[in-house]
């Protein structure tokens, strides 16, 4: 689990242990196994949480962590989204992406691709073709993340966000790392710009690390754990793979990594979310998050009319791929 890292640590800001009132556990559920796309493996990190504790986050998927024999890496055929973002971060491996209006581009290990739908779009996501044939290591996220109403049918726009380019910080002891995706953490800012306000960080807590970091008052609290175990609160509620926290309102969060981890995970890795909730009507099916069942169906039609784009004819590509 390359992503981003440093040799030190200790080199890097340090996040000062905060004040204020600690966060505590309201539930932990563990995500259900599935498929997505063409047949690749993954997590459903959200699947059972109430979607109040989530506003603004709709879903989440871990995509793998799998290794692929020659000729079976696989993504997702040509598919429409409006009225949300993606938020797909790829910590082994690479996807490429493109879409309708010709942006897209390649990701690898911890890049993150953050495309806006908005108004709406065709894309689509798989492997290069090199990577199909030789196979390998293939691990990532996929997270989407709410519009509010007035940003719904905004023109879509993609950020291309460089692993190199996240905000690195530690514990105070170094012994924890935190990559700030998006958002901001103890006054250090994240390369994504958001619509929505929110934060998102990958933290890597070495055996027996812990880590309380300040969290706004106004956003919610999750944790998802991509591998490894340790507790979650100053509870210390248990927590491992595949499994989310929910935390309670306050302005502080606490993760630790058990002493002892698995033998193929050196380090317990967790996903930080919190956002500030929307609070508007949600309806989602499928592609299509807007706010009322009436455009939900304007989506529908809008895309069988070809008002979505069409997908361009390139790479053997055609329309009789959807």
């Known amino acids: ?142 997270l989407w993340v709410n519009l509010p109403a007035r940003d719904k049918m905004m023109a879509p726009r993609y950020q291309d966000i460089r692993g190199g380019s996240v905000q690195l910080l530690t514990s105070p002891d170094g012994g924890a790392l935190m990559r700030v995706i998006a958002g901001e953490l103890d006054g250090h800012q994240g390369p ?38 340790g507790t979650v609160g100053a509870e210390r509620r248990p927590i491992h793979l595949g499994q989310t926290a929910v935390f309670g309102d306050g302005s502080s969060l606490t993760v630790r990594a058990d002493e002892k981890q698995d033998a193929h995970t050196p380090d317990m890795e967790v996903v930080l979310l919190g956002g500030q909730p929307i609070r508007e009507p949600m309806a989602h099916y499928g592609p299509f998050v807007m706010n009322s069942r009436e455009e939900l169906q304007q989506a529908f039609d809008d895309f069988q009319k070809g008002r979505l784009g069409t997908v361009p004819a390139v790479h053997g590509m055609s329309e009789g791929g959807l």
């Open 192 to 229: 994504g710009v958001t619509h929505t306000p929110i934060t998102m960080i990958h933290a890597t807590l070495a055996p027996g690390a812990e880590v309380t970091l300040p969290w706004r008052e106004d956003f919610n609290g999750l944790a998802y754990v991509l591998a490894g175990r």
């Open 1 to 142: 689990m390359p992503a981003i890292t440093v040799e030190n640590p200790l080199t890097l800001p340090r996040v000062a242990a905060p004040e204020g009132q600690p966060r505590g556990v309201l539930a932990v559920t563990t995500a259900p196994s599935g498929f997505e796309g063409e047949g690749f493996p993954v997590r459903r990190a959200f699947a059972g949480i109430t979607y109040a504790y989530l506003d603004p986050f709709i879903m989440m998927d871990q995509m793998g962590e799998v290794e692929y024999q020659p000729g079976e890496p696989k993504g997702t055929p040509w598919h429409p989204h409006r009225g949300f973002e993606t938020v797909t971060y790829i910590i082994d491996g690479i996807f490429d992406h493109q879409d309708s209006q010709g942006g897209g581009g390649t990701i690898t290990n911890g890049d993150t691709q953050w495309m806006t739908a908005g108004s709406g779009l065709l894309h689509i996501e798989a492997p290069p073709e090199h990577l199909v044939v030789s196979g390998g290591l293939f691990h990532g996220l996929q």
